[in-house]
Every structure is written in structure tokens, then in C-alpha cells.
């Protein structure tokens, strides 16, 4: 099989190209809320939306945040009309399945917006971990150390594979190989998930 016992992905921008809705959805609550587009941009990706509301809203209170983040996430529900899945997921699925690897999908994510936005881009993942499963998200390690125990191999044999900063602070954290997109600096530096695919069947 490789160096690798499983792969561990992450969603939004990783297997699902999910950018502009996630986007418009920041930018609409930012209006909304009266936060400048300017301190929402950095943190748009990677961060539960709790996080993020907390990190520029420190004013509000427990139930305040928590309402502000189910609004903000209520814009994404409906906002699939351009989620696909990102180049090189067709090929990336297949050579998993060619070599019986594990894999599971790690997302900052809820259920419900998780089930959505991968099934607008046809993705049935043998495994999904949400923020539900993991309050403690992204960059935390904790959502990719359940997804390595529930599929039972160690977090030092997965690898992980992000587009943000906080998603491989969090496979770091959990001491998991990783794997970025975007130019980011990381174990494995990939151009799309079809490098990847190659890469997997070489090591195999």
C-alpha cells in the first residue's frame, strides 16, 4: 500500500471547490453584521465559522456568537449552485479505490453543509468528521486524531491533505504527514489531487 495507511481530506477547497460560495456567504454576513470585508478575508477558510465570528466579533457573548455563526452558516445551506469537486478528484477516488486505501474527509464543516456540498460534487466519503464530532477544530488537532482512530491506524501513518493554514497546523499538530494545495508550504507540496493519485500509486 505505501508509506501511507490512510488519507485524510479535508473539504472546502481540498476535494470540493466550494471557494465562492463560501466567499459570498462571509461577505453577506459581514454586511450584515457590520464587520469589514477586510477583516474577514484572512480568515475565510480553514476556521469554524464560530471561531472566525469570535476572532472578529469579541464583543459578543456565548449565545450572540453562536447565533451569529448558525446565520452565517444558514448562507451557505442554499449555495451550491456552483460547488463541484476540485480537478483531480476524479483521479485521486479512483486510485484510492485501485489500492483498498482508507480515506475519510475531515471538515471544519456541519453535517448538514458537509452533506450538501458533497453531494452537489457526487462524493460519498467512507468516512466524515464535522465539527459536530470535534468542537474543537481546525487548527486543533483533535478532528484529524478522531478520523485517524475511527478508522484504527495511528495519526504518524495518515496522511493529511489541506489548502489553508489552520487544516496543516491541525495534521501537524496530530503528527500526520501533509500534503498542501495552493502553494502552501507543507511535507508534500501537491499542484492538484491528481499529483497526488500519481504519487500514491508510485509509493504502492
Excluded at 466579533?57 to 451550491?80: G, T, V
Excluded at 479512483?94 to 453531494?119: C, I
Excluded at 504527514?177 to 492538484?192: F, K, P, Q
Amino acid at each position: 500500500m505505501g508509506r501511507f495507511a490512510a488519507v485524510l481530506l479535508d473539504m472546502d477547497g481540498t476535494l470540493v471547490d466550494s471557494d465562492a460560495a463560501v466567499e459570498r456567504a462571509w461577505i453577506t454576513w459581514a454586511g450584515e453584521a457590520g464587520v469589514g470585508v477586510e477583516d474577514i478575508l484572512p480568515r475565510m477558510h480553514g476556521n469554524p465559522a464560530l471561531t472566525t465570528i469570535r476572532a472578529v466579533r469579541p464583543d459578543l457573548d456565548p449565545p450572540a456568537a453562536e447565533r451569529a455563526a448558525l446565520r452565517q452558516m444558514e448562507l451557505q445551506y442554499a449555495d451550491l449552485h456552483d460547488v463541484v469537486p476540485t480537478p483531480g478528484t476524479d483521479e485521486l477516488l479512483a486510485a484510492m479505490r485501485e489500492l483498498g486505501l482508507p480515506w475519510a474527509v475531515v471538515t471544519s464543516a456541519d453535517k448538514q453543509l458537509a452533506a450538501a456540498r458533497l453531494g452537489a460534487a457526487g462524493i460519498t466519503p467512507p468516512l466524515l468528521v464535522t465539527v459536530e464530532e470535534t468542537p474543537r477544530g481546525k487548527p486543533h488537532p483533535d478532528p484529524y486524531l478522531v478520523a485517524a482512530a475511527r478508522l484504527g491506524v495511528k495519526p504518524g501513518d495518515c496522511l493529511v491533505v489541506e489548502d489553508s493554514q489552520p487544516g496543516i497546523d491541525a495534521g501537524r499538530a496530530a503528527g500526520c504527514t501533509v500534503a498542501a494545495l495552493r502553494g502552501l508550504d507543507a511535507d508534500i507540496r501537491l499542484d492538484s489531487l491528481a499529483d497526488l493519485a500519481r504519487l500514491l500509486r508510485a509509493e504502492a
